[in-house]
């Protein structure tokens, strides 16, 4: 069975860091394209990032600079490194896998997600 | 950067109604649209790939249609556990952009 577990998520001052992890169950992070989305308290989805299997990664405009997107093959373990963080970076931050193939590309799994809140 | 717009933002409708959600692109994305339902507090879960194929495992009151840039998520027969927000995503390029969402309510 497939589950994605993210962890990490706490309380940082403007300014600060924070390290997300999403451990997968079910199959391997290193053969797979992975994503995190978020989603402000109210409201809706915002893409993050997002790293293929072949490690190329891409970013939202509004991360860029600050989030870097990773993974360890050998814990089987996605990561999202938050620097520079900001008091609208506040959200549910959700790992998702995705499925790409000729003509489809889409989020199958999610994780429960892991609250990321920015204040001082 | 490709923008997502779906509509309406919300609405209202009774169990048994037909609902019909739209989402228009920025420009084209060939089939690579996809929905999602979200419920409070909940993960958003895949119901729709590729405009029309249906994720397994998800009632087929759920349909959707349309490519190029304009695409439509059809409930034929709604149910108690479909009241919920929906998304459209667009996978064509990066960033890949979410609708803003439509949330059904109950009438």
């Known amino acids: 069975e497939v589950q994605l577990v993210e962890s990490g998520g706490g309380l940082v001052q403007p300014g600060g860091s924070l390290r997300l992890s999403c451990a997968p169950s079910g199959f391997t992070v290193s053969n797979t394209y992975m994503s995190w989305v978020r989603q402000a308290p109210g409201k809706g989805l915002e893409w993050v990032s997002v790293?293929?299997?072949?490690?190329?990664?891409y970013y939202a405009d509004s991360v860029k600079g600050r989030f870097t997107i990773s993974r360890d093959n050998s814990k089987n373990t996605l990561y999202l490194q938050m620097n520079s963080l900001r008091a609208e970076d506040t959200a549910v931050y959700f790992c998702?896998?995705?499925?790409?193939?000729?003509?489809?590309?889409?989020?199958?799994?999610w994780g429960q997600g892991t609250l990321v809140t920015v204040s001082s | 950067d490709i923008q997502m717009t779906q509509s309406p933002s919300s609405l209202s409708a009774s169990v048994g109604d037909r609902v019909t959600i739209t989402c228009r692109a920025s420009?084209?994305?060939?089939?690579?649209l996809n929905w999602y339902q979200q419920r409070p507090g909940k993960a958003p879960k895949l119901l729709i790939y590729a405009a029309s194929s249906l994720q397994s495992g998800v009632p087929s009151r759920f349909s959707g249609s349309g490519s190029g840039s304009d695409f439509t998520l059809t409930i034929s027969s709604l149910q108690p556990e479909d009241f919920a927000t929906y998304y459209c995503?667009?996978?064509?390029?990066?960033?890949?952009?979410f609708g803003q969402g439509t949330k059904v309510e109950i009438k």
């Open positions: 420009q084209t994305i060939g089939s690579y």
């Open positions: 790293i293929y299997s072949g490690g190329n990664t």
């Open positions: 995503q667009q996978t064509y390029f990066t960033p890949l952009a």
């Open positions: 998702a896998r995705v499925r790409d193939g000729y003509n489809f590309r889409y989020f199958d799994y």
